[in-house]
């Protein structure tokens, strides 16, 4: 047993508490300040510390490492190798900076007195809190609390505090619950589980509304493994609307909505014959046999593609069919989640990549059916304290249930959450949460996965953690209990880690344990039951309005941070405010234009939302990501408790109000120009005509190749860049003006065929650059080791580079960048400031190869290939872009430049650009 | 020391042929006239002056000091844009070319100003007269 | 319409003859021909067409200098339907043209010819009508010398365009819409300063005739600038832009041997000698160096469209000198007698307007 | 004749003129005294001798700024070293005294820069210490200072100048961005 | 002074103008001197608060600025041409508008000079656009077009104004005859002293010339060398290799309108009408035709090749000029500078004061709307469709637009209060001139 010190150390906190007393103020030029103390041993002013914990911003539970800087977290990245995430930070993972410095965070607790929520000090609230506490236990009315999805350390601690608190620990609330999925898995295999995927093995892959790449579960692990299936395999997507999964996917169907189970009886009718794992008699007697026919039919899919795909899974070696999300969030949900269960079986998926035994973990979490019981109990008054916490359900319930209101019947309720929302709103008590980077903290976001989580700044807002809340409440109700949450979380670690243990667990952040569950087993009856249970009715003609979820903010929950605004949908390229996509025939018949604003009803509900055109979109479908929604329109699915999110014959029309509406894209295809060339084939290799001699690179040559194969327009590059470079975050009204900042896109490029293919552009480092000899004071120049340098300092801002860049990654500061505080701690002190009438651009993350070098100088040694990791590099979940020296013959990056196919964009201008791109052929290791 | 006056320009050419036939030497001869006559400067047999040296000098250091300063910034401090080289010299040319002329007319104005004795201070007196009318006057003997 | 005052005989020897050698040059498959023609003809183009621009022009601005030669630079007005023949000849030769393999709209045999004779013959009328006034000394000639120069600039527009360009398709240079003109009449003046020396040997030379000297010459001087800035010009452009496309008619010709030598050869005869050969004032008095730079420019421009047609295309030294030596002849043929009309004295009647 | 026109046109004009003119001097001169540079030798809250220090008790200057050789920035040392000896030595000095104020009210010490760089240049102490450039090199003889004064230019041509005498790298992005 | 001497009336006229000021004088002093406050104080908020108060974006980088700019640099353009060109050609009407014209040049370059500084996102470091290498060691990028301009327009500005004066120095010597007290010394002192001796007259001689001669080609490239800016880039609509003389024809066209615009009402308001001949109105008018028929031959030639190669850029470019959203100006633009010049054809036209001045501002609108359209169509449709945007400008760039023009004007009344606004000594010599042809048979 190490001494407390040592074990403190072991795990960071020495290095982290440094961090917590920051240091050397950052960019006062005028002073120098003198501590009193030196900091503790291992850590140099000036340079920076990383960390490893987990993000939070969904509950998949990626790994996530931060980099501290004179004791502020200033980016994030993921961990490579991770159980999870397998190494990428998606888009909101980024975004979780944005969320700890976010300026309207709740810096202190609130309470409610007359009308109004007014601040207060935590002894106010706590004592408030404690006395209904103690008065609900008097009248005997048992409190609730309710929480979003809640693992781990804290999940235990929930679990002794409620009782101790008078309290029932309600069944977890997750708008994405997969309740349709978990209960089929509990009729079927007696595992009311969310599977854990493989998606990397199958050869054929069918998913079925699941989408893996936005938010199903856990999107960056499973767009990892996707991206990473074997050669040759095929990717079918079926759903009503064109999300980014659909996009990605190699085909896809374009499905009725509500008709998924017609596709999915079809199928399994198609290849339960056949199939490895053969059905008992009684469910193969219960199986319903639509006709082909009918199902094209009733599906809208054209016959030979049903033959094809029913084909291709019945041939398949590692067939995986996978249904979820839009397609189990309807009515008769249950059925498509039971009819994919039983194909996962049949074709015996079931136990190989469909992993029930090492399941998510959703086991504790509930549905809308327990939300409708809870609002059901206030009404009748059952309810004592009621706490919310981690959760929005006043904004997810069905807008008919008037959710709001009923929470009244509570004696007193009580919030807790770092965001202000539509709940929060709602409550008599707001207690503000500590960001977990601000605090302790330990998951467990699937069975076997325990994850850390560890300050890495000192709270900025007078916020506490929800453990310790539970803890003071307890010792306030005349319990003893552990000085604090960080005390009760070492102590369980000390008990169960030796030194060495722990050592690995702080630095890896994350310690996986052997689970072992029953080998499941299929219930016939059950099954057959289910079976009979299967209605396969004709979809509902005429429009339908889809509710979809959104990659940029999951279920709405990081809706409120910025950056995430700033950072285009992928597929619209819309950045700021709501809208509804129409496809263009739709858009056609109703007279609609791009920002035109249309109004949506649905019975009593009725919404105004401006119009996107989005070409891949099948016609009488309109989609909106849910999350944008003032409140939720759809019902419930009673069988599952699954919100329901196709919604048929919604109203649309046009209001006559518009304008410009802030997107990205001037155009959704490339008219032609080539920038992906169709087929792919190196142009003319020979060498390109010029007057002018060739420039030697003689020490590196800093090169960039993109797998456009692999790029799935997710967009966390794009975000890792605004974090790594300080790139200014400007605002709807600059976007409308067509002044984003971004110095990395991702170009959505549709082909007639409704195809997306997504190409990120960023600065290309061009070798002969146009924008280098038109500006007049060197501020842009090419320097030895083929890099494009904009030296900010020197800019005085005549935009010429950017006129003359034929691929338009320049971008100029029309304003000072202004970043309202606490954001303006977030800020790479590797960079210079770019202040107004300044043009500045993407040189591949230049103040990391500079620190790499320093790093090889002091070890004495040359750069290694792959040392160097552009934050855009870094996140991306696909490894889609691989960086290094193309003078190094050995690297990744020579022979990628060198593989046939790989091309770069307008060659023909002879700019002889930096970055190359390819489809396939890369194979994407870390 | 005779001084003629005349208002018509035939007239005083006239005059001014007749004088230099007489055998008047012409560096005796002061003209002074309200606008430019090229044909008295034929008369009196003068050469073109020397103004065109100065514009001639002043091109050429023009020419060299652009040439000099373009080449010389980019040898003392290379940076490369756009793989265009080092010295690039058709921008360079161009930058000659334009202190080529704008020394040439500077040359050439102070040449002028030289040549001419401007300002000058007998000029710039109150009292300075002006030819509002051709003007001959022959210093010397008393001209006939 | 009249003769022009020439013995229609001689001019009609003149145009058959020259004609008549085009045609055994070309059609009785004397092999190696190929480009010798194009680049025949546009000299005759330019001397024909910019003579007579040279006259018009100097006619409309009332210059002095044009008076004495006036009626010898007019000859081209009678040369210029040849132009018209011998294009037609270039049919069989369209094959040259990379257009040729998959024509377009613009770019195709039949329209190629058509625009091209057509426009050829329009100037060579629109010539005849002005110069027949201007040698009568009809006081109406203006209004004819604007609508010939107005014909005359489209006309070595399409020159530059459609018989040079359009041999590197689909390299494009606007400028050669300025660029051809201006070199036509580039040489009109040239030959107008070649004139005055054999005018100068016969005793023509007026007294006025050391004045029209020196502008011929400050002419063909003020010419050597502007050439040299427009060619200047469209380099700097290619080379500043560097689009492969672009330079790569420029590298083809560094590579090739015999195009890299004309190279300085062809910007020295058209710009640096005429240039420092003319800035000293007395230079431009002297009929002799007038003469000279002339000669020094005609070379050039014919070393310019050799530079421009060879790369690609073979050129017969003996077909183009044979070819050549016929438009000469043609030309002294054509000449008129002493005793013609249109001498100075009509030039002072038809010119000197303000 | 004498109308009051051309006075008032030439009032007129020259008031125009001069106006515009002045109004460009005005800018140009804001301009240069916008760019005006730091003080040379401002006063520091304690009178800090490094000539003592230093000079005379030829202590080494990583004695004291420990990070220079190995972090970006040199920094200042925290008061706990001058404690090291001052707990005991020189008590009586008025200076001495102010530090151990600060010590015991327990306030950090915070100094007016005399070299500072702009924002927009990322010098390193580390690699110009390890690269064997003397301190005094950028900071003149500082040992015998008893107070410190910036003696360097400080401009973009000096060190131009030196990087290239050394032979080390000039590449723009070597301190810019 | 009598009468009766050769062209002691223009003397006379001309310098009496000097005096007599006039309500409509004072009127356009004001107004224009409060457009040109306007646009110090607009500017004045460009650089505090950053050029996003424009309506700039990406990719259109440049608009309505630049487009002054380059228009500016066009006005300034005639002036040179009407006193080096055709002193070189001996063009007699020259005498009439050579003076107005020059003074014209050198305010429109002053004016023009301001727009590059406006323009820059940092106007505070705008010294690093100039050849010191103080405490940088480093120097201006002369690969860069903008040193070209730096050096053209100096170059160009420094050349008018000693050509501008020094056509004015015996014109300045005669008014120091007629103005008693200060003004008259003042005169003196501008006049250096000049007495119009042989000697000075040689020399003076031989000086004019050869500032024409260096003037007229330094006409030609200034222009192209502002066309450059645009042309040596590769951006489709701007990367064509006719700019040079297509910019040049263009600056002349609009320089010539110009000089119809103020000198028409100058005319009359100082009562010039006997020194300034219809004729010479028709000169002017010939000259605005002929260029105005090379522009309109560029637009011909441009739009046309633009079908011409394979490449989709250039032709979509084009399309999108005369198709696209700024289709509107691009027809105005035709309509201005190449149809309706065209009525110069007719002398009745060519010899109308109403018409000229008329058409001198419409061809002014034209030229204006001509060098916008081509700066901003070509930005906002170039290669990457991703990237394709809008402009539209905004209160500031329209205010600061306006305010240029109060600025020249401003200098321009001045001017024409100030100093002698047509070459007495000059229209003393041509009216000679013809006296004496008309003398000989």
Redesign the interface.
């Known amino acids: 047993m190490m001494d407390r010190r040592t074990f403190l150390h072991t795990l960071g906190l020495l290095t982290g508490g440094s961090a917590l007393s920051a240091c050397?103020p950052g960019?006062d030029?005028?002073?120098?300040?003198?501590?009193?103390?030196?900091p503790e041993d291992g850590v140099?002013?000036?340079?920076s510390v990383w960390h490893a914990t987990t993000c939070t911003e969904c509950p998949a539970g990626c790994g996530m490492q931060v980099r501290l800087r004179e004791g502020r977290p200033v980016k994030a990245e993921g961990v490579p190798g991770h159980p999870v995430s397998g190494g990428g930070l998606c888009v909101r993972g980024q975004a979780s900076l944005w969320r700890l410095y976010d300026p309207r965070r709740l810096r202190g607790p609130q309470v409610r007195d007359g009308g109004a929520l007014r601040a207060a000090t935590w002894d106010d609230a706590l004592s408030r809190v404690a006395s209904a506490l103690a008065e609900a236990r008097g009248a005997g009315r048992t409190g609730a609390y309710l929480s979003g999805r809640t693992t781990g350390a804290l999940a235990a601690l929930l679990a002794e505090s409620a009782p101790a608190l008078g309290l029932e620990w309600l069944p977890r609330f997750e708008p994405f619950s997969h309740a349709a999925i978990r209960r089929a898995n509990g009729l079927l295999f007696g595992a009311p589980e969310v599977p854990r995927l493989d998606a990397a093995r199958p050869d054929v892959l069918l998913t079925v509304g699941a989408d893996l790449l936005e938010t199903f579960v856990s999107p960056v692990g499973l767009a990892a493994q996707v991206v990473a299936g074997p050669a040759g395999r095929r990717w079918w997507h079926a759903e009503p609307h064109c999300s980014l999964t659909g996009a990605n996917a190699d085909r896809r169907l374009v499905l009725r909505a509500g008709s998924e189970p017609w596709l999915l009886a079809w199928l399994l009718a198609r290849v339960a014959p056949s199939a490895r794992r053969p059905l008992p008699p009684a469910v193969v007697a219960a199986m319903p046999r639509p006709s082909i026919a009918a199902t094209a039919e009733a599906t809208g899919v054209a016959v030979d593609a049903l033959e094809a795909l029913g084909a291709a899974l019945a041939a398949a070696k590692e067939p995986l069919v996978v249904a979820g999300a839009i397609a189990t969030a309807a009515e008769g949900g249950l059925a498509v989640a039971g009819l994919a269960a039983l194909l996962q079986w049949t074709l015996g998926a079931t136990g190989r990549t469909v992993d029930l035994a090492r399941g998510e973990g959703y086991g504790d979490v509930g549905s809308l059916l327990d939300l409708r019981a809870l609002g059901e109990r206030l009404e009748r008054g059952q309810v004592g304290v009621l706490f919310v916490a981690r959760a929005n359900p006043v904004r997810h319930a069905p807008a008919a249930w008037r959710l709001a209101g009923k929470l009244a019947g509570a004696t007193l309720r009580v919030g807790l959450g770092d965001l202000m929302d539509e709940t929060l709103r709602e409550m008599d008590v707001v207690l503000p949460l500590s960001h977990p980077l601000e605090t302790w903290e330990e998951l467990a976001p699937r069975r076997g996965l325990r994850e850390l989580l560890r300050p890495a700044a000192a709270p900025l807002g007078d916020t506490r953690a929800e453990g310790d809340v539970l803890l003071e409440l307890r010792r306030r109700a005349g319990e003893t209990v552990a000085p604090s949450y960080q005390e009760r979380l070492m102590a369980g670690w000390r008990a169960r880690y030796d030194d060495a243990a722990l050592r690995a667990y702080s630095a890896a952040g994350w310690a996986e344990e052997p689970v072992s569950g029953p080998p499941v087993g299929l219930d016939a009856g059950a099954a057959a039951e289910l079976l009979r249970g299967v209605r396969l009715s004709p979809p509902k003609p005429g429009l339908v309005l889809v509710l979809a979820p959104s990659i940029r903010s999951f279920d709405g929950r990081s809706r409120a941070l910025q950056l995430l605004e700033e950072v285009p949908d992928p597929l619209t390229t819309v950045t700021y405010g709501p809208w509804i996509s129409v496809a263009p025939g739709d858009a056609r018949r109703l007279g609609v234009a791009d920002g035109d604003e249309l109004r949506v009803t649905l019975g009593g509900w009725s919404a105004e939302l401006p119009a996107k055109l989005q070409p891949g979109l099948a016609e009488g479908v309109f989609v909106v990501q849910r999350d944008v929604l003032p409140s939720f329109p759809g019902g419930m699915d009673p069988a599952t408790g699954e919100a329901i999110c196709a919604l048929p014959g919604p109203g649309l029309e046009r209001t006559g109000r518009g304008g410009r509406m802030p997107y990205l894209s001037g155009s959704p295809s490339q008219q032609g120009r080539g920038l992906i060339p169709e087929p792919i084939h190196r142009k003319e290799t020979a060498k390109r005509a010029s007057l002018y001699p060739e420039h030697p690179h003689p020490e590196h040559r800093w090169t960039m190749a993109i797998d456009v194969s692999r790029c799935i327009g997710c967009g966390a590059c794009a975000a890792s860049c605004y974090v790594e470079n300080d790139v200014p975050v400007t605002g709807a009204r600059e976007h409308r003006l067509g002044r984003e900042m971004s110095w990395l896109r991702i170009e959505p490029f549709y082909d007639a065929a409704g195809g997306v293919d997504f190409l990120p552009i960023l600065c290309q480092q061009c070798h002969a650059a146009p924008c280098e000899p038109v500006c007049p004071v060197y501020a842009a120049?090419h320097?030895?080791?083929g890099?494009n340098?904009?030296?900010?300092?020197?800019c005085i801002g005549t935009r010429y580079c950017s006129n003359n860049c034929p691929y338009k990654v320049r971008r100029f500061n029309w304003f000072d960048p202004v970043r309202e505080a606490p954001l303006d701690l977030l800020h790479n002190p590797?960079?210079?400031?770019r202040g107004r009438g300044i043009m500045e651009k993407c040189?591949f993350c230049?103040?990391r190869i500079?620190a790499a070098r320093?790093r090889a100088?002091?070890e004495g040694r040359a750069v290694r290939d792959g040392e160097v990791v552009p934050a855009c590099a870094q996140s991306c979940p696909t490894t889609a872009i691989v960086f290094g020296d193309l003078n190094d013959a050995g690297s990744r990056i020579a022979a990628l430049v060198k593989a046939p196919g790989s091309w770069r964009v307008f060659e023909e201008l002879g700019t002889e650009p930096s970055v190359h791109y390819h489809r396939g052929g890369g194979e994407g290791e870390r | 020391m005779t001084r003629l006056e005349f208002d018509g320009r035939e007239e005083f050419l006239a005059r001014l042929r007749a004088l230099v036939e007489a055998g008047t030497p012409p560096e005796r001869i002061r003209l002074q006239m309200p606008f430019e006559v090229a044909e008295a400067a034929e008369i009196l047999g003068e050469r073109p002056g020397a103004v065109r040296f100065f514009a001639l000098a002043g091109a050429l250091a023009g020419f060299g000091t652009g040439l000099a300063l373009t080449i010389y910034s980019v040898v003392s401090f290379p940076l490369r844009v756009g793989g265009k080289p080092i010295v690039s010299l058709p921008p360079f040319l161009l930058i000659g070319y334009l202190l080529t002329i704008l020394f040439g007319s500077l040359g050439a104005f102070a040449g002028f100003l030289l040549l001419a004795r401007m300002p000058s201070p007998r000029g710039l007196a109150a009292d300075a007269e002006l030819a509002d009318r051709f003007v001959i006057v022959v210093e010397g003997e008393e001209g006939r | 319409m009249t003769r022009g005052g020439v013995g229609g005989g001689r001019l009609l020897v003149a145009l058959a003859g020259a004609a008549g050698g085009f045609a055994l040059l070309e059609l009785a498959g004397v092999a190696d021909g190929r480009g010798a023609l194009i680049v025949a003809v546009s000299l005759l183009a330019s001397v024909a067409q910019g003579t007579v621009a040279a006259a018009a022009a100097s006619d409309l601005t009332g210059a002095r200098w044009i008076g004495s030669v006036r009626k010898d630079l007019l000859v081209g007005a009678r040369l210029q339907p040849l132009l018209a023949l011998l294009f037609l000849l270039l049919w069989p030769r369209l094959g040259l043209y990379p257009w040729a393999a998959e024509p377009g709209e613009w770019l195709n045999r039949p329209f190629f010819l058509a625009r091209n004779v057509a426009l050829l013959g329009a100037v060579a009328l629109l010539a005849r009508l002005y110069a027949d006034r201007a040698l009568r000394g009809d006081p109406a000639t203006k209004p004819f010398a604007v609508a010939y120069l107005f014909a005359f600039f489209v006309s070595q527009t399409l020159v530059g365009f459609d018989w040079f360009m359009s041999l590197a398709y689909p390299w494009v240079s606007s400028m050669f819409a300025f660029y051809f003109p201006v070199e036509a009449f580039y040489v009109g003046v040239a030959v107008a300063g070649l004139l005055f020396l054999a005018r100068g040997r016969g005793g023509g030379l007026g007294a006025r005739g050391a004045a029209a000297a020196r502008d011929v010459g400050l002419l063909l001087f003020g010419f050597s600038v502007l050439w040299g800035g427009l060619f200047f010009a469209q380099f700097l452009l290619l080379w500043y832009g560097n689009l492969p496309e672009e330079v790569s008619f420029i590298t083809e010709r560094l590579a090739d041997g015999r195009t890299r030598a004309l190279m300085p050869t062809f910007i020295a005869a058209c710009w640096a000698i005429p240039f420092f050969g003319l800035l000293p004032e007395g230079a431009k008095r002297r009929p002799g160096v007038v003469a000279a730079v002339s000669v020094s420019v005609l070379l050039g421009i014919l070393a310019e469209r050799l530079l421009l047609v060879l790369p690609g295309t073979p050129v017969g030294g003996a077909v183009l000198t044979a070819e050549l030596a016929l438009v000469a002849g043609a030309w002294i043929l054509a000449r008129p007698r002493a005793d013609e009309p249109g001498g100075a004295d009509a030039a002072a009647a038809a010119g000197g307007g303000k | 004749?004498k109308?009051p026109?051309?006075t008032?046109?030439?009032k007129?004009?020259g008031l125009?003129?001069a106006g515009?003119v002045a109004?460009w001097l005005l800018a140009l001169g804001a301009?240069a005294a916008?760019r005006g540079a730091?003080p040379l030798a401002p006063a520091q809250p304690i009178a800090f001798p490094h000539v003592v220090h230093a000079g005379r008790l030829g202590l080494q200057c990583t004695f004291c700024h420990v990070?220079a050789p190995?972090?970006?920035?040199a920094?200042?040392?925290?008061?706990?070293?001058c404690m090291t000896c001052h707990e005991t030595i020189a008590l009586d000095r008025p200076e001495v005294q102010k530090l151990r104020g600060y010590?015991a009210r327990?306030e950090?010490?915070?100094?007016?820069?005399v070299h500072?760089?702009?924002?927009?240049?990322?010098f390193?102490h580390?690699?110009h210490v390890?690269a064997g450039v003397d301190c005094s090199a950028c900071h003149g003889g500082v040992a015998q200072m008893a107070r410190v004064t910036r003696v360097r230019?400080l401009?973009?041509?000096?060190c131009?100048?030196c990087h290239r005498t050394r032979g080390a790298p000039t590449?723009?992005?070597t301190c810019?961005? | 002074m009598t009468g009766t001497r050769v062209g002691s009336e223009v003397e006379r006229d001309v310098l009496g103008a000097?005096?007599?000021?006039?309500w409509r004088?004072?009127l356009g002093?004001a107004v224009s001197?409060l457009l040109?406050v306007l646009l110090?104080v607009l500017w004045g908020a460009l650089i505090v608060r950053g050029l996003g108060l424009t309506g700039l974006n990406n990719p259109v980088g440049w608009a309505v600025l630049i487009t002054n700019f380059v228009f500016w640099v066009g006005i300034a353009h005639s002036g040179t041409l009407i006193s080096a060109v055709l002193f070189l050609f001996r063009a007699r009407f020259r005498t009439s508008f050579n003076r107005s014209a020059e003074a014209m040049t050198v305010f429109a370059i002053l004016v023009a000079g301001m727009f590059p500084l406006i323009h820059l996102g940092r106007v505070?470091v705008f010294y690093f656009l100039l050849p010191y290498?103080?405490?940088?060691?480093?120097w201006p990028n002369f690969r860069s077009p903008l040193p070209w301009d730096v050096f053209a327009v100096t170059t160009y500005l420094i050349v008018s104004v000693v050509f501008f004066y020094v056509g004015m120095i015996p014109d300045l010597a005669l008014a120091r005859r007629h103005?008693p007290g200060l003004?008259g010394r003042i005169y003196a002192v501008l006049s250096l002293g000049w007495q119009g001796t042989g000697e000075q007259w040689r020399h003076y001689a031989r000086l004019y010339l050869f500032l024409a001669a260096f003037a007229t080609p330094l006409v030609a490239s200034v222009h192209s060398i502002v066309s450059w800016d645009f042309a040596v880039s590769i951006v489709p609509g701007w990367h064509t290799t006719i700019f040079a003389p297509y910019f040049v024809a263009g600056a002349i066209l609009s320089g010539t309108a110009m000089v119809l615009t103020l000198s028409i009402p100058m005319r009359r308001w100082l009562g010039l009408e006997a020194h300034m001949p219809i004729d010479h109105y028709e000169g002017i008018a010939k000259i605005l035709l002929f260029t105005s028929l090379l522009v309109g031959y560029t637009y011909v030639v441009e739009q046309g090749l633009s079908l011409y190669g394979p490449s989709p850029f250039e032709r979509d470019q084009y399309a999108f000029r005369a198709f696209g959203p700024y289709r509107g100006l691009f027809w105005l633009m035709v309509v201005c500078n190449a149809i309706l010049p065209l009525t110069l054809f007719l002398r009745r036209a060519r010899r109308s004061l109403p018409w000229l001045f008329v058409l001198g501002i419409l061809v002014n609108v034209g030229m204006w709307t001509e060098r916008f359209v081509l700066i901003v169509a070509s930005l906002s449709h170039d290669f990457d469709p991703y990237a394709w945007g809008t402009y539209s400008p905004t209160r500031y760039e329209i205010g600061i637009t306006a305010g240029s023009f109060g600025l020249f004007f401003?200098f321009f009344l001045?001017f024409s209060?100030?100093l002698p606004v047509i070459a007495i000594t000059e229209s003393k010599q041509a009216l000679a001139d013809r006296a004496g042809e008309e003398g000989t048979p």
């Open positions: 050397t960019k030029r005028r002073h120098l300040v003198s501590a009193l103390v030196p140099v002013p000036g340079q120049y320097n030895p080791e890099l340098v904009q030296v900010y300092n020197r590797d960079l210079s400031a040189t230049v103040q500079t320093d100088k002091d | 004749m109308a026109g051309p008032l046109a030439a007129a004009g125009a003129i515009w109004a301009l916008w730091v990070n190995r972090s970006p920035e920094t200042v040392p925290p008061l706990s070293t010590v327990g950090p010490v915070t100094w007016t820069r500072t760089l702009p924002d927009w240049v990322r390193t580390k690699r390890r230019p401009t973009m041509g000096w131009i100048g590449d723009c992005t810019h961005v | 000097i005096r007599r000021p006039g004088w004072l002093l001197g040109a110090h505070w290498p103080i405490e940088r060691l480093i103005l003004r401003l001045l209060r100030l």
